[in-house]
């Protein structure tokens, strides 16, 4: 699974750290996530969608 | 933060007692021992690494644990057990084949079965966990 985090990430100006604490992780899983080493639960997926204000498919893209 | 904190003791308590019997042993140190005290030593070392996360990401505002590394406790819990049944095994073979008494085979493999888990940890921790 391929993510734009970073892209949006960089639309609203957040650092890894900002993103991090408005979801209630740790950052390490922000960087994780977007080296894609790490699929995100769906509640977590949710939380990020919300932050960019866009759906979960806008961010996170299925590869079969 | 208190997790963190309980790390922190632990490794305290495991650090102080190996000091104590080092101290306090009046039989000459074989190397066998010192390579368990080196061991002993290496996963205080991890434990602290651990604690250190942990306590950095409380003082960032971040959760002390989140999703991923509970995922990555999970995963490394469940290969530390499974490869440490073959460490036993292997002990256990060996056991007849080389002359270590009893309290030193188990200490071996308490050890070992440390080091295996602080292995497990690192490889899932840095190589990711992907579609599970």
Known sequence: MNNRIREYRARLDLTQDDLARKVNVRRETIVFLEKNKYNPSLKLAHDIARVFGVTIEEIFIFVP | ?132
Request: proline letters at 2%.
């Open chain 2, 1 to 132: 933060m208190k997790r963190a904190y309980l790390v922190f003791i632990v490794a305290g308590l495991v650090l102080a007692a190996t000091v104590l019997w080092f101290l306090s042993s009046d039989t000459q140190f074989k190397p066998y021992d010192l390579v368990e005290i080196g061991i002993v030593l290496m996963v205080v070392g991890f434990a602290v690494y651990l604690g250190y996360k942990r306590f950095s990401s409380a003082k960032r505002g971040e959760p002390a644990e989140d999703e991923m590394s509970k995922k990555v406790m999970r995963k490394t819990a469940s290969w530390s057990y499974y490869i440490s049944l073959y460490l036993w095994l292997a002990i256990m073979y060996f056991s007849d084949r080389i002359k270590l008494e009893n309290h030193a085979l188990i200490g071996a493999g308490i050890l070992g079965m440390a080091v295996v888990f602080a292995i497990s940890w690192l490889v899932i921790n840095f190589g990711g966990i992907k579609n599970e």
